[in-house]
């Protein structure tokens, strides 16, 4: 019985081929940046639209988001396309990719749903803005993974990086993120003239530049502070009575990386009390840390070609930080890495990997991903006891996602 499913999904998967191919190419021809994705957003509505399926353009609130929804009743599989891209380099991260594989694993499962007539619901969700825009955060927000017993994804890395006979890795960590902004005043002062009536808060910035270089000999091999001047001063002869930085603060766990940011925030704190500045920081969209739903990763491991698939090696595949880990404290979830054809030098976020994500071969990698993550989507709606297993277990996890661990 199991396999005449796979032989429904697949074979659907391998029939909507041009349309998932036509996806493919649209995304990553026409690069959008975070929330301005409306040719991507309009290439998905049409072609789902002309397949028959039910779709809800700018979806939960977000212009360029959109839901597309088969089945009733039954546990509910969400899919998650990323479309956005890189300014200056394109799709720099492969999001043509995710969202390929994506429409192909929705597809694929509606396809089973159709056949089998049993309850169950499949929803291809548009996610704008993952590069640094935090559309995810929004659509929980809104309510969007809401009922969801798994949301699942999978995406591009560098596959140079990985041993010729392996294709993939399922169990990927990614580390939290939190971020914000810190903003100096000062008092501005002619700095040849009368500097003594000036309040520099370019002082301010350095002063907590260096702390937090300090800082860094205490903190734990897999945390990472990096940060960049927004602002610090115009003209060399004003005292900078304005200026700002953006940091990045990651560590394994959200609850580690906001410690971790305490005690980066004193650093801020004591800039200010030497220079006699004022201070004020801006929360933005920080990131939980990818916590993968084991059960998911080995059922995907199962899922795909044996042996190309690795379980959890090697470990730093992918690493960084994305709105998904915030979608993994949601309900349980996947987010496995495939390697496509990168040449050394050319790991996500460059040229290089641009133009591998472009490739025929980059896209088959991806279409096959589809069709293994929609056989988990698959047993996640029709295994009852996989199901229960699975929510326990994610149960378990985010209660010691609560302890920091």
């Given at each position: 019985?199991?396999?005449?499913?796979?032989?429904?999904?697949?074979?659907?998967?391998?029939?909507?081929?041009?349309?998932?191919?036509?996806?493919?190419?649209?995304?990553?021809?026409n690069?959008?940046?975070?929330?301005?994705?409306?040719?991507?957003?309009?290439?998905?509505?049409?072609?789902l639209?002309s397949?028959?399926?039910?779709?809800?353009?700018?979806?939960f609130?977000?212009?360029?988001?959109?839901?597309?929804?088969?089945?009733?009743?039954?546990r509910?599989?969400?899919?998650?396309?990323?479309y956005?891209?890189?300014?200056?380099?394109?799709?720099?991260?492969?999001?043509?990719?995710?969202?390929?594989?994506?429409?192909?694993?929705?597809?694929g499962?509606?396809?089973?749903?159709?056949?089998?007539?049993?309850?169950?619901r499949?929803?291809?969700l548009g996610?704008?803005?993952?590069?640094?825009?935090?559309?995810?955060?929004k659509?929980?927000?809104?309510?969007?993974?809401?009922?969801?017993?798994?949301?699942?994804?999978v995406?591009?890395?560098?596959g140079?990086?990985?041993?010729?006979?392996?294709?993939?890795?399922?169990?990927?960590?990614?580390?939290?993120?939190?971020?914000?902004?810190?903003?100096?005043?000062?008092?501005?002062?002619?700095?040849a003239?009368?500097?003594w009536?000036?309040?520099?808060?370019l002082?301010?910035?350095?002063?907590?530049?260096?702390?937090?270089?300090m800082?860094?000999?205490?903190?734990?091999?897999?945390?990472?502070?990096h940060g960049?001047?927004?602002?610090?001063?115009?003209?060399?002869n004003?005292?900078?009575?304005?200026?700002?930085v953006?940091?990045?603060?990651?560590?394994?766990?959200?609850?580690?990386?906001?410690?971790?940011?305490?005690?980066?925030?004193?650093?801020?704190?004591?800039?200010?009390?030497?220079?006699?500045?004022?201070?004020?920081?801006?929360?933005?969209?920080?990131?939980?840390?990818?916590?993968?739903?084991?059960s998911?990763?080995?059922a995907?491991?199962?899922?795909?070609?044996?042996?190309?698939?690795?379980?959890?090696?090697?470990?730093?595949?992918?690493?960084?930080?994305?709105d998904?880990?915030?979608?993994?404290?949601?309900?349980?979830?996947?987010?496995?890495?495939?390697?496509?054809?990168?040449?050394e030098?050319?790991?996500?976020?460059?040229?290089?990997?641009?133009r591998?994500?472009?490739?025929?071969?980059a896209?088959?990698?991806?279409v096959e991903?589809?069709?293994?993550?929609?056989?988990?989507?698959?047993?996640v709606?029709?295994?009852?006891?996989?199901?229960?297993?699975?929510?326990?277990?994610?149960?378990?996890?985010?209660?010691l996602?609560a302890?920091?661990?």
């Amino acid at each position: 019985m199991a396999q005449r499913w796979t032989s429904v999904i697949e074979n659907e998967i391998q029939a909507r081929n041009a349309e998932i191919s036509s996806i493919n190419h649209q995304i990553h021809s026409n690069p959008e940046l975070a929330y301005e994705e409306f040719k991507a957003h309009e290439a998905f509505v049409t072609i789902l639209t002309s397949l028959g399926f039910k779709v809800t353009p700018h979806a939960f609130g977000l212009e360029t988001s959109f839901s597309a929804e088969f089945g009733s009743g039954g546990r509910l599989v969400i899919f998650n396309a990323e479309y956005d891209a890189l300014p200056g380099i394109g799709h720099a991260c492969g999001h043509n990719l995710i969202a390929s594989a994506s429409f192909a694993s929705f597809l694929g499962v509606a396809a089973a749903l159709k056949a089998s007539g049993l309850p169950g619901r499949v929803r291809l969700l548009g996610t704008p803005a993952e590069e640094g825009g935090g559309g995810k955060l929004k659509l929980i927000a809104a309510g969007a993974y809401k009922g969801a017993s798994a949301a699942l994804m999978v995406h591009p890395g560098p596959g140079h990086n990985l041993p010729s006979h392996i294709r993939g890795v399922s169990f990927v960590r990614m580390l939290a993120n939190v971020k914000f902004r810190v903003h100096f005043t000062g008092k501005e002062s002619h700095a040849a003239i009368a500097p003594w009536d000036g309040v520099n808060a370019l002082d301010a910035v350095c002063l907590s530049y260096n702390a937090i270089s300090m800082l860094r000999q205490q903190i734990r091999p897999y945390d990472r502070i990096h940060g960049i001047f927004k602002s610090a001063g115009d003209r060399p002869n004003v005292t900078p009575g304005n200026c700002c930085v953006e940091y990045y603060i990651r560590s394994q766990t959200r609850a580690q990386a906001e410690a971790l940011w305490q005690r980066v925030l004193k650093c801020f704190e004591g800039a200010a009390l030497a220079t006699g500045c004022q201070m004020h920081t801006e929360p933005l969209n920080s990131y939980a840390d990818v916590r993968p739903s084991a059960s998911l990763c080995k059922a995907y491991v199962e899922a795909m070609p044996e042996g190309t698939v690795s379980y959890d090696e090697p470990k730093d595949i992918l690493a960084g930080s994305t709105d998904m880990g915030d979608v993994c404290y949601e309900c349980p979830g996947f987010h496995g890495v495939f390697g496509i054809g990168t040449e050394e030098g050319s790991p996500n976020h460059t040229k290089g990997f641009t133009r591998a994500a472009a490739t025929e071969d980059a896209f088959a990698r991806a279409v096959e991903c589809g069709k293994g993550m929609a056989l988990v989507g698959w047993r996640v709606l029709s295994d009852d006891v996989f199901a229960d297993e699975m929510q326990k277990e994610w149960e378990a996890d985010m209660k010691l996602a609560a302890q920091g661990k």
